[in-house]
Nanobody
Framework: QVQLAESGGGSVQAGGSLRLSCAVS????????????MGWFRQVPGKEREGVAG????????FYADSVKGRFSISQDNAKNTLYLQMNSLKPEDTAMYYC?????????????????????WGKGTLVTVSS
């Protein structure tokens, strides 16, 4: 079982920055953590959830939605079992509930957002509001 808890959401003006964090339960073993495909998703009421960014914990590859490339950066800290999403140059259209998700799988299956359509573990979300 992998438990995820997001934090860091809030309200910011357009052009501002926020950093989201996703803490993986301290009861998750190192072996399990190292085999996680993890990512950030977002959803606006009435719209489908969309993938924002992803990575494989043991890999070097990160991948992003076109809408956030160059503005958002995903990273993780092995020592803290935590996933991050640094969001810069925020736009009103970035307003959404942001969710952290994880799935146990080999790195070869975690290379694009298209491969992250099925994720077994989800956090409860953190709200990001960007005003113009």
């Amino acid at each position: 079982q992998v438990q995820l808890a997001e934090s860091g959401g809030g309200s910011v003006q357009a052009g501002g920055s926020l950093r989201l964090s996703c803490a993986v339960s301290r009861y998750t073993s190192t072996a399990t953590y190292n085999t996680l495909c993890m990512g950030w998703f977002r959803q606006v009421p009435g719209k489908e959830r969309e993938g924002v960014a992803g990575l494989y914990v043991r890999g070097d590859n990160t991948f992003y939605a076109d809408s956030v490339k160059g503005r958002f950066s995903i990273s993780q800290d092995n020592a803290k079992n935590t996933l991050y999403l640094q969001m810069n140059s925020l736009k009103p259209e970035d307003t959404a509930m942001y969710y952290c998700a994880a799935d146990l799988r080999p790195g070869s299956s975690c290379r694009t957002l298209a491969t992250m359509t099925r994720m077994d573990y989800w956090g409860k979300g953190t709200l990001v509001t960007v005003s113009s």
